[in-house]
């Protein structure tokens, strides 16, 4: 029987954490379900390179004010 990984990660801001390897881990890990909080980025500012790799789906919920 196989038990699905559920990861939840407060990345205190996407872009740094994808500088430092987050792609990497991310195909490493491989989690079923990744949930991150405080990625300090709206839906509309995730440029290409930032897309999930196949597989994984996005759901965005932003904060009513940014910063």
Same mark, same amino acid.
């Given at each position: 029987?196989?038990?699905? !990984?559920?990861?939840?990660? $407060?990345? $205190?801001?996407? !872009?740094?954490?994808?500088? $430092?390897?987050?792609? =990497?881990?991310?195909?490493?890990?491989?989690?079923?379900?990744?949930?991150? @909080? =405080? *990625?300090?980025?709206?839906? =509309? @500012?995730?440029?290409?390179?930032? !897309?999930?790799?196949?597989?994984?789906? *996005?759901?965005?919920?932003?904060? =009513?004010? !940014?910063?």
């Amino acid at each position: 029987m196989r038990h699905m !990984r559920f990861v939840s990660w $407060n990345v $205190n801001g996407i !872009r740094a954490v994808i500088r $430092n390897g987050f792609w =990497e881990w991310l195909a490493a890990d491989a989690p079923d379900i990744l949930c991150l @909080q =405080e *990625t300090r980025i709206h839906a =509309e @500012q995730v440029s290409d390179d930032m !897309r999930p790799p196949p597989g994984y789906h *996005t759901f965005w919920h932003s904060a =009513e004010k !940014r910063g």
